[in-house]
């Protein structure tokens, strides 16, 4: 009888270790999701260059084009849900709604970084078929800082894909010790 409950506590001092693990890693995952989303974000809806092309003075800001304008908005939702869940985590880990808005978040994040992409591409190499010409070479300053944007908007993302993966993981295993 000792020893079945040894074994009991022994499991729930290791379940409550794992757990105790698995939150810390998921906050630090998350706050810093919120904060590499946060730095796109801002880094886009500030980014703003005007030049002379044609003899005309042309600004490029991210109301440019409205994939663009989603990135900002999609970035900025997703650095809002990330710091609003945060205190969260701990009353949630266990239910499915706090993995769902994830996904979700996720989701979003990944539109919003794919669109900025797409048109960022278009805007360095151009398209030659159909007659895009390049944009870059006019607005240098401009299309650089839209790449590091983009890029924070992608570990953004990484960091999201591992806070669901991980919590796909942590309830997998807490399911099967049952």
């Not at 998350?30 to 003899?55: D, E, H, P, R």
């Not at 939702?77 to 239910?95: Q, R």
């Not at 994830?102 to 030659?128: H, P, Q, R, T, W």
Request: hydrophobic share 50%.
């Amino acid at each position: 009888m000792e020893s079945a409950a040894l074994k009991r506590d022994q499991k729930e001092q290791a379940t409550k270790r794992a757990r105790g693990k698995y939150l810390k890693i998921h906050v630090v995952c998350k706050a810093s999701a919120a904060i590499a989303t946060l730095v796109a974000a801002a880094l886009m809806g500030f980014n703003k260059q005007i030049s002379n092309v044609a003899g005309f003075e042309i600004k490029a800001t991210y109301n440019s084009s409205p994939a663009f304008k989603f990135f900002v908005i999609g970035n900025a939702i997703a650095c809002g849900y990330s710091v609003l869940s945060l205190p969260f985590v701990a009353y949630m880990v266990e239910g499915w709604m706090l993995n769902l808005l994830d996904l979700l978040n996720l989701g979003l994040v990944m539109a919003a970084a794919s669109a900025a992409a797409a048109i960022g591409y278009v805007g360095k190499y151009g398209n030659d078929e159909i007659g895009w010409t390049k944009v870059c070479p006019y607005y240098e300053k401009f299309c650089g800082r839209t790449q590091i944007s983009i890029a924070c908007s992608y570990v953004g993302f990484l960091l999201f894909l591992f806070v669901c993966a991980m919590s796909s993981v942590y309830k997998s295993r807490l399911s099967n010790s049952d």
